[in-house]
């Protein structure tokens, strides 16, 4: 079979199938593209309305970011709201928010900024698991599914592998087709392919296994970017592993990995040195020119298939038994404080935080107060000084700016339950700026920067969290989100507040 009789047999299963440009990395013995082309459905196959319907349900998963006081807030696409148009967005202030698909569309981040907070660990642990929850939910629902299959003859296995093959040719266009073809239809080739909907290609690799010498070697493997950043690239391999152990019954995976693409499969669980032993892989597989042998040995005993799931429990009852061997104070149960709350949260009779039973014999010290990433100019100046710049930037901010704002009326004083039923019992913890002010007046509350920015932010997810987004109560809310944030940090500046 050739390249044009594979493109035939596509066009008859969707003619007329229109194709969108979409940005792609792929990965041939681990070499790196930067385009493809992803099908939809043909207007005969689906209606307008549920293919629409379709794009909005696989935005769940990707990750977006906002600027707030010149801080980017990490954000996750967790859901579609059918009865409000909007996307459901999880950030990792644990504000959740609803926006529409221009906004959407704006404030996606790009694979570049995905891959370095991954690398450099910026990722929250939150939206690590939420984006786990959303493909294990897409798995459960049949819009993601992963299958094996070879060149068997079914005429759906067959139009699947010729999909695989044009998604790898559109990856590498240096690679001869020919070479693809022979490749994945080969007999002696396999192939794991990411599905979306019964329907949709997007992602799979190619591989052949040895197993009278007890490795698989990968061939091609290729994910659509808006698909590996929601993680589907690592959910593929870890399908592939579980796969060649227990069904295949190999107990290394090999590959030859172009040096762009080292750091991709390290995250995969391949290393430089293969432990594999040399005569039973030399002679198989061909290294080569300018490529970087690579090698992952499999776990007799590894879950793969839900590794993430089972590491993220492990991480945190692994954090809390060290946090019980690092405690000096387990056994022990120090007497409390007579602390009493006045107005707006603020304590009746201050304490010092130095004054707390127990506090110290924890290992706390006092530089550890007040810690802030926002630093005065005189940052060596004593702790009343600072505290007392803090408050004045605070004051300004409120009485200067905030309040004269047309959009801060429904801010100005707390929510009446009788004009707002319900209200107390969806907000937990209510904030207006009547009570933000009370606070920055006590001089007493607000010791860094960040606890009133906490308070501010509370006060704009309150009015999203309650209001529907026509409403003038949640346009108030973002419009002054947005003023406030510009003043905040251009006052930052103005004032001699440097930002670590």
Request: proline share 4%.
């Amino acid at each position: 079979m050739n390249a044009g009789v594979g493109e035939t047999k596509k066009q008859k299963k969707g003619k007329g199938r229109q194709k969108a440009s979409n940005r792609t990395r792929s990965i041939y013995s681990c070499v790196v593209s930067s385009s493809a082309h992803e099908s939809s459905p043909s207007p005969d196959e689906v209606s307008i309305v549920e293919k629409v319907k379709r794009e909005n349900e696989d935005m769940a998963g990707r990750y977006v970011f906002k600027m707030f006081c010149g801080e980017r807030i990490i954000g996750l696409v967790t859901g579609y709201d059918n009865e409000t148009s909007k996307f459901k967005i999880v950030y990792e202030d644990c504000n959740n928010d609803l926006i529409d698909k221009e906004i959407l569309l704006r404030t996606l981040a790009p694979p570049t900024l995905v891959d370095w907070m991954f690398d450099s660990h910026r990722i929250p642990r939150l939206l690590c698991i939420l984006q786990q929850k959303v493909l294990d939910d897409e798995e459960q629902e049949g819009r993601l599914g992963f299958v094996f299959i070879e060149n068997d003859g079914v005429d759906e296995h067959m139009i699947w592998l010729i999909e695989l093959k044009n998604l790898f040719s559109r990856h590498l266009p240096h690679v001869p087709k020919e070479y693809i073809v022979r490749r994945v239809l080969d007999l002696n080739h396999k192939s794991v392919m990411v599905i979306r909907r019964n329907q949709d290609v997007v992602g799979g690799i190619t591989y052949r296994p040895f197993l009278s010498q007890g490795f698989v070697e990968i061939a091609f493997c290729a994910v659509m970017a808006n698909e590996l950043i929601k993680g589907c690239g690592t959910r593929l391999m870890n399908h592939l592993k579980q796969h060649a152990r227990d069904m295949e019954g190999v107990t290394h995976l090999l590959t030859c990995a172009d040096s762009n693409v080292v750091d991709y499969f390290l995250k995969q669980g391949f290393t430089k040195e293969i432990t594999l032993e040399k005569d039973r892989w030399q002679g198989y597989i061909k290294v080569y020119d300018g490529g970087i042998l690579m090698g992952c040995e499999l776990h007799l005993k590894l879950p793969y298939s839900y590794t993430t799931t089972m590491t993220s429990h492990q991480r945190q009852h692994a954090i809390i038994e060290r946090i019980r061997e690092a405690s000096n104070s387990e056994n022990i149960v120090y007497p409390g404080i007579d602390f009493q709350k006045g107005e707006a949260g603020i304590p009746s009779c201050p304490i010092k935080v130095e004054d707390i039973p127990g506090l110290k014999e924890a290992g706390w010290t006092p530089d550890q107060y007040g810690h802030s990433r926002f630093k005065t100019e005189n940052d060596s100046a004593d702790t009343a000084s600072n505290q007392e710049s803090i408050t004045a930037f605070m004051r300004s901010l409120l009485k200067q700016q905030i309040y004269d704002h047309p959009d801060a009326w429904p801010f100005k004083e707390p929510v009446d339950s009788d004009n707002a039923p319900g209200y107390y019992d969806v907000i937990k913890d209510p904030m207006d700026l009547k009570m933000i002010t009370t606070r920055v007046e006590s001089e007493q509350y607000y010791i860094t920067l960040e606890m009133f920015l906490a308070d501010m932010k509370r006060m704009f997810a309150n009015a999203r969290t309650y209001n529907m987004h026509h409403t003038v109560y949640y346009k108030c809310a973002n419009r002054l989100e947005s003023f406030f944030s510009g003043i905040f940090q251009s006052g930052l500046q103005d004032n001699k507040f440097q930002q670590n």
